[in-house]
């Protein structure tokens, strides 16, 4: 049973940094590729970064540039998500899922397995 667990996630103030892990199990690591997509509250799910399993990823959206990284653990079966200098517009449940298409595409119906998300805070 393809399962994805995030962690990772919690309270840090302007400036700081988080890393967010993604454990996945229950299927074929090497085939897939992982995504990760944030909804902030009243706003629509957007994505961040993606990775494909040969290690190719994506950033989403200009604000993450220089400040996300995303890369992945093939042997544990793990992609994280590095955020620094994380801003308040952060604040968002973090999500990861994963597709057997293992290529980065933004649309989240493309995506058959999700996590249950975890919760990013950034407040003074």
């Known amino acids: 049973q393809p399962h994805l667990v995030e962690s990772g996630g919690g309270l840090v103030q302007p400036g700081g940094s988080l890393r967010l892990s993604c454990a996945t199990s229950?299927?074929?690591?090497?085939?897939?590729?992982i995504i990760w997509f944030r909804q902030a509250p009243t706003k629509e799910r957007e994505p961040v970064a993606c990775i494909t399993s040969s290690g190719g990823y994506v950033l989403y959206g200009d604000a993450g540039v220089g400040r996300l990284a995303i890369s992945q653990d093939n042997a544990e079966k793990i992609v994280f998500l590095e955020m620094n200098r994380l801003q308040l517009e952060d604040t968002a449940v973090y999500y990861c899922a994963a597709t057997d298409r293992n290529r980065c595409v933004p649309d989240e119906g493309s995506y058959s397995y999700w996590g249950q998300g975890t919760q990013v805070t950034v407040s003074t």
């Open positions: 229950g299927f074929t690591f090497n085939r897939y590729a």
